[in-house]
């Protein structure tokens, strides 16, 4: 199982981390996305966590996010993305 640890996830990371998640992905059957390190998110950088996850179970693989932020949690939540992305914010 590979794992990332970016520390933004906003539109100007998107083909960065598309390049990492690639090369990453090709080695693995699962992936973890550790956010912890997170410092900038935005709309896109979320959409993107979403297109990956998306990927990985068409190809009957697995992701799991760990490390969220409350902040991170609450966008998430927001966006009604919690059972997408399978981060659910426990008040």
Known sequence: MNEM???S????DIDALQNQYVMKSYW???MVINLELI?????AGLQWLTLV???LQ???H???LSGASDDLKDAIDLLGMHS???VAHVN
């Open 62 to 64: 697995g992701l799991t």
């Open 39 to 43: 410092e900038e998110f935005d709309s």
């Open 28 to 30: 693995s059957d699962a």
């Open 53 to 55: 996850k998306k990927n």
């Open 5 to 7: 640890k970016p520390t």
């Open 58 to 60: 068409a190809g009957g």
């Open 84 to 86: 997408l992305l399978g």
């Open 9 to 12: 996830l906003t539109i100007y």
